[in-house]
């Protein structure tokens, strides 16, 4: 079965730092490009950024409210993708999803880890 | 950036009648290169992570009724429910992958009247 599982979510201050995981299996990531996208409690989704596959670079590209702070890699070794993200702040609650991207658009994605920036 | 604009932010529908939710970008995301547009659709239901009905503007994932359909090219695009069920009750969003960064609509919310 293709999946993304997410885990690394939880409670941090502001000013504080997380690390997400996403952790594939049933396909290698080093065919795809690999995406997180964000969703704030009650609102619609954001798109956060993306790591390219092997073929492409590994290129990352990121969204301009969290360039500078987070920062997307990836092991294809581990069939995993991960997204560090610092200098937090509660605007950057929000439940964080990891989707597999394919050809036209992301057709697998995780159930998503809660991230909750508060003091 | 290409802002996506959905309309309208949300439907109630009938049983059995037809759902219609637009989609409007900034710029066009038509490819001179390939004529693809290169918009998606998909589905969100509480507590669910999203659900992509259709790609390319028009081309129905696998395993999706055929009652969903998209259509449209450069700046206005269209998901239609041909019959609504009840278990098409959800939030719809539209996203742009012409060009990062990727962007999605708003949103809209398709309930049962």
Redesign the interface.
């Given at each position: 079965e293709v999946q993304v599982v997410e885990s690394g979510g939880g409670l941090v201050q502001p000013g504080g730092s997380l690390r997400l995981s996403c952790a594939a299996s049933g396909f290698s990531i080093s065919d795809h490009y690999m995406?997180w996208?964000r969703q704030a409690p009650g609102k619609?989704?954001?798109?956060v950024?993306?790591t390219r596959n092997k073929a492409h670079n590994y290129i990352t590209?990121?969204?301009?409210s969290v360039r500078g702070k987070f920062t997307i890699s990836r092991d294809d070794s581990q069939n995993s993708v991960y997204l560090q993200m610092n200098s937090l702040k509660t605007e950057d609650t929000a439940v964080y999803?990891c989707a597999r991207w394919r050809s036209?658009?992301?057709?697998c994605?995780?159930?998503?880890t809660l991230v909750t920036v508060s003091s | 950036d290409i802002v996506m604009t959905q309309s309208p932010d949300s439907l109630a529908v009938s049983l059995g009648e037809r759902a219609t939710i637009n989609c409007k970008s900034s710029q066009s995301v038509l490819s001179s290169s390939n004529n693809q547009n290169y918009l998606a659709w998909y589905q969100q239901k509480p507590r669910q992570p999203p659900k992509l009905l259709v790609y390319w503007a028009s081309t129905r994932e696998s395993g999706v009724p055929d009652r969903f359909s998209g259509s449209g090219s450069g700046t206005d695009f269209t998901l239609t429910i041909s019959s609504l069920q009840a278990e098409d009750v959800a939030v719809y969003y539209c996203q742009q992958y012409y060009t990062a960064p990727l962007t999605f609509g708003g949103g809209t919310k398709v309930e049962i009247k």
């Open positions: 995406d996208v619609g989704l954001e798109w950024g993306r590209e990121y969204a301009a999803y036209g658009a992301a057709d994605w995780g159930q998503g | -």
